[in-house]
């Protein structure tokens, strides 16, 4: 191959053209991609983490509420009751089923369900209550039992002593602040 060629293979318009030199090309370092990748993992990771330890939240049951006492629950129910002074029938049902529930709960003396007499019957085989608290419980019950079955209508005055001898009785009777303490675990 000759001049001839050489002159054949030259770019148009004669002249042999030189371009300006290029700017350096940045070449990444390879450190910085490992470090991007690190850093996608890592919050992967976290996502991951966040994910099972929310699904685990959501699976435990909620903490259960802290139990009130028997006498606590009684002595609210009995402070609530004061709001039917006007209905002397809902008010008496109201006071007494809050006693007989707080036996029940405190004893573990199955009240509600059974009729006064029958309550008080079992009750005097036992030795829950002292005679003097019996006999308390008695009078106050048999005063319920006319309001609820002879149709008696108390008055305000009757009403609230009914309400009070309740909340004496689970005073007398409720556990005392030492037994509570050895009772917790």
Known sequence: MGILAIIAKA???????IRAIRPPVQIPSGWLWLFWLLLALALAALAWWYWNYR??????????????????????????????LDQPDAFVVSVSSALREYLEERFEFRAPERTSEEFLNELRGTNLLDEVQKQGLADFLARCDLVKFARFDP???ELRQLQ?????FVGQTQ???ELQEEVKP
Do not use: F, M, S
């Open 11 to 17: 770019p148009p318009g004669g002249t042999n053209d």
């Open 55 to 84: 699904k685990r939240q959501q699976a435990l049951p909620p903490p259960p509420p802290p139990k009130i006492p028997a006498h606590v629950r009684a002595l609210r129910r009995l402070e609530v009751a004061l709001g039917l």
């Open 155 to 157: 008055g305000v005055a």
């Open 164 to 168: 009070q001898a309740a909340v004496d």
């Open 175 to 177: 556990p005392r602040p």
